[in-house]
């Protein structure tokens, strides 16, 4: 986790932007059902430094959880509008452009699919059993991310590892955003 410190050292000595993009694989500690939590949370890395802060509070307000670097930057946002369409939930960034819309595509017994359509015409889809955290998120049939409890052993506790070159804060309020609707 190093290099996220050094990044963030990065960007305040310099004020430019820090990428959320993993340079290697990297695993994230969350919790089951965040969002029913309602409170502030810490997204850790599984050496247990933070990485990341959900702002919980803001869903009982204003509809609306934010995803937050260390510095406390705004990074995405998931909002849930009035008339919102079922089984569906947009992620803008910081400063509230869309870049992502949720789908709900297929539900079995078995197995869930999502789909994840992002703002430059990419898809995502996540697939497997989203209510017991085991499931991948693939994108042109390569995995980007993959959710599983087998990591952490810690009860109400799952891992997300974030493959090479992704954007880990995407990946990540993807996931919460899939752990919302699907306990919906």
Do not use: C
């Not at 247990?48 to 959900?54: D, K, L, P, S, T």
């Not at 919980?56 to 406390?72: C, E, P, W």
């Not at 990074?75 to 008339?83: G, R, T, W």
């Not at 991310?145 to 954007?167: H, L, M, N």
């Amino acid at each position: 986790m190093g290099r996220l410190r050094d990044r963030l050292k990065d960007r305040e000595s310099t004020g430019g932007p820090v990428s959320h993009k993993a340079e290697s694989k990297q695993r994230y500690k969350m919790h089951e059902k965040l969002v029913s939590i309602g409170d502030d949370y810490w997204i850790e890395n599984e050496a247990g430094e933070r990485a990341f802060y959900v702002d919980g509070k803001a869903l009982r307000i204003r509809d609306t959880l934010i995803i937050k670097d260390v510095q406390g930057h705004d990074l995405y946002k998931l909002k849930e509008k009035l008339l919102r369409i079922k089984d569906t939930l947009n992620i803008e960034d910081g400063q509230g452009r869309t870049v992502a819309t949720i789908k709900k595509a297929l539900v079995t017994p078995l197995r869930d699919r999502w789909k994840v359509d992002l703002e430059d015409g990419s898809e995502m889809e996540a697939h497997g059993n989203i209510l017991d955290h085991e499931y991948k998120v693939e994108s042109g049939g390569e995995k980007v991310a993959e959710v599983s409890k087998k990591w952490f052993r810690i009860r109400d506790t799952y891992g997300v590892e974030v493959s090479p070159g992704q954007d880990a804060a995407l990946i990540l309020t993807i996931t919460v955003a899939l752990d919302q609707m699907a306990h919906d």
